[in-house]
């Protein structure tokens, strides 16, 4: 047996314990968790019975090392009824509370437009993402996806609106003001010069966004800095506060010198190239970053 086929052997021990143990069944009851242990398990058992190339291994250890950082994970939140307490199911977002009194922002913002803002408007943009959320269910489970398109405008509109003033109220505080320190600070001023030029550069950013929308201070986990981005709306059919996991460019450079205008074609044949492993990776990467689900 090869080095790489022992190894295989190893990986594919190791989940075998855990789904023989009452313990490890416990934390792989998470449906993410429990599809990649049994991508894994079949990955092992099918390179421990043939002659694996070093790419393939690599591969192995790839996802072996994503389950062992999901596995831990999962261990962390068994006590809290383990992933369900930590996942909004469809149509149940909630508004959540404000984290301060309705007055405590005074003089800089009084109580009553925090009252609006806060009771009514967002209210208004957790209940129509939950209505969204709920159209786009059934139009799946009756296979009717006529008014999808109107859906998924109204799911983006109220889900970055839910979204990014479940943000705007954590960060704002009357005990705000002053300056980040430590290593933000040190990451904004490489990123934008200095503290005073990027509160100019959002300030400004703010001031002319056309029409109504936001300033937003993102951090681009692809490139591993600061940016300052203004959304029009509160998504122009983004919503905020994601991860893009699967992807299809239908931009007339992907596919018209091939197929002209038949873009259906063209996206139905695009399933035949899509790379799983390559999406389950990204989506076990992006799920590390978890806020308190509303
Ligand atoms: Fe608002």
């Known amino acids: 047996m090869s080095h790489f086929s022992q190894y295989a052997a190893e990986v594919s021990l190791w989940i075998k314990a855990i789904f023989d143990s009452e313990a490890g069944r416990a934390v792989i009851s998470d449906p993410a968790v429990y599809d990649l242990a049994n991508n ?18 690599q591969e192995l250890q790839r996802r072996a090392d994503m389950l062992s950082v999901r596995l831990k994970a999962a261990q962390t939140h068994k006590g809290k009824e383990g992933w369900r307490a930590v996942s909004v199911p469809i149509g149940q977002h909630k508004l959540p509370p404000l984290p301060y009194a309705y007055n405590s922002l005074e003089p800089v913002i009084s109580e009553e437009i925090m009252r609006l803002h806060h009771d009514k408007h967002h209210k208004a943009y957790v209940d129509g993402l939950n209505k969204a959320e709920l159209m786009m269910e059934k139009a799946r489970s009756s296979n009717d996806f006529s008014l999808l398109k109107h ?10 609106g839910h979204y990014l003033h479940t943000i705007f109220w954590g960060i704002m505080n009357p005990k705000g003001g002053g300056k980040p320190t430590g290593a933000l600070l040190r990451q904004i001023e490489k990123d934008f010069g200095s503290y005073d030029s990027f ?49 299809l460019d239908v931009w007339e450079h992907a596919y018209y010198l091939q197929y002209k ?20 990776y990204r ?3 992006a799920k590390q970053v978890q806020w308190t689900p509303f």
Do not use: C
């Open 40 to 57: 894994v398990k079949e990955l092992a058992i099918r390179l421990e019975s043939s002659e694996p190339i070093e790419e393939e291994i």
């Open 199 to 247: 509160k100019k550069h959002f300030s400004e950013a703010a001031k002319q966004v056309e029409g109504v929308g936001w300033a937003l201070l993102v951090w681009s986990s692809r490139s591993r800095k600061l940016e300052i981005l203004q959304s029009e709306f509160h998504m122009n059919l983004t919503q905020w506060d994601t991860i893009p996991l699967l992807v």
């Open 283 to 285: 989506w076990a990467r």
């Open 261 to 280: 205008n038949n873009r259906a074609d063209y996206v139905e044949n695009w399933w035949k190239v899509v790379y799983w492993p390559n999406v389950e």
């Open 151 to 160: 859906w998924e405008k109204e799911a983006a509109f109220h889900g970055s």
